[in-house]
């Protein structure tokens, strides 16, 4: 079964987390960034490692060198052609891109145009992929950072682009301590504009904070929300019943997507009480086979040295999955994506037909 020639969907994809390693190294040189490596392979390396220590918080300061590049209009357009290339070359023919462009003002460039240059980066990845007979679709899921007091304003920019190439609300950062209730008032805006919301949750921190999400953030997905395992209880007598507690209850009887990326949630500590967790550990075939909305995303393919493949890949090796399952979360993801109706229809149809011919 060859992974990566199948049509795939990408939920939960940083811009900031993808860049490619040779491009970071040329960008910073014309800045005069200072980089830890200055060999692509060995730049490569240090991101892997580093982000292997089993902390979100360590995981995160990786992404100083990866911003750091993207300030200028130049960076982000170049960063974000490459970023669409780099899925189509995977197979994803939908691709949601998650950014915060509150971290890409450092040097005088507004909020209105760091968004424009990235939509010109992505545009000119479709046009590249469609000359070259493929099909590739994306959409911008413009991000709020938890920790800062821009909720609202960040709002309004995903509103004001929803027209050119914005497709949806993120909310990202420290989780624990930063509860989406400090931003009320602007995901209830955000549900007044009828702008979709995803939040991260349920990865740094427990059951509490995806209540929070569903409550105070009024998401439709969930980040991550792989600690939802911890609102499951199996049966001590017979392991094969369990139950669920109330949030758990509502995420899977209304089936609220969860974007689960395997390889990260180990890196940053989202299986909390496992030591050293290797893929067995991951609690996604549990909830799969419980029924739960999952689907498979890289979060950060630089930072995890990985993609959409490798996933499928990893979670083939390690549960025995088949090709209709892979496809079932292909199509899970694509019912969730944030885009319009016919072009979903479009991607399902892609994915039916190709994973057919496989």
Not at 28 to 33: F, M, P, Q, S
Not at 42 to 59: I, N, T
Request: hydrophobic fraction near 40%.
């Amino acid at each position: 079964m060859n992974i990566r020639k199948l049509p795939k969907v990408s939920l939960h994809d940083h811009l900031d987390g993808g860049l490619r390693p040779a491009t970071i190294i040329e960008l910073a040189n014309e800045i005069g960034h200072k980089l830890p490596k200055n060999d692509p392979e060995e730049l490569r390396a240090w991101f892997l490692d580093s982000c292997d220590s089993g902390s979100l918080v360590d995981y995160l300061e990786t992404f100083v060198h990866t911003t750091a590049v993207m300030q200028t209009k130049e960076g982000l357009i170049r960063v974000a052609r490459e970023f669409a290339l780099d899925l189509a070359k995977d197979g994803v023919i939908y691709g949601e891109v998650r950014w915060a462009p509150e971290q890409h003002l450092s040097n005088g460039l507004t909020l209105d145009q760091v968004v424009e240059y990235v939509e010109e980066g992505l545009s000119q990845a479709r046009e590249e992929v469609r000359k070259n007979g493929g099909y590739l679709q994306t959409g911008q899921l413009i991000t709020a950072m938890r920790q800062n007091d821009r909720a609202q304003e960040i709002a309004e920019l995903a509103v004001r682009h929803r027209e050119k190439g914005c497709v949806g609300f993120d909310y990202a950062g420290p989780e624990a301590g930063f509860s989406p209730s400090r931003h009320a008032s602007a995901f209830r805006w955000l549900n007044e504009q009828l702008m979709p919301v995803t939040l991260h949750a349920g990865e740094a921190d427990g059951k509490d904070s995806i209540r929070d999400a569903i409550v105070d953030g009024r998401t439709l997905r969930l980040g991550h929300g792989v600690r939802i395992i911890e609102d499951v209880f199996v049966n001590a007598e017979d392991s094969n019943q369990y139950a669920f507690g109330e949030v758990a209850t509502w995420v899977l009887e209304r089936g609220i997507a969860l974007e689960l990326s395997p390889s990260s949630n180990l890196q940053t500590g989202a299986i909390p009480g496992v030591e050293n967790p290797t893929m067995s550990d991951h609690p996604f075939d549990e909830l799969y086979r419980l029924g739960f909305n999952v689907t498979v995303n890289t979060d950060n393919r630089l930072m995890s040295g990985t993609s959409i493949t490798r996933e499928l890949e990893l979670l083939t090796e390690t549960f025995g999955y088949d090709i209709e399952d892979l496809e079932l979360f292909q199509l899970n993801a694509a019912n969730a994506a944030f885009i319009d109706m016919d072009i979903r229809s479009e991607i399902m149809d892609r994915i039916t037909e190709g994973f057919a011919k496989a």
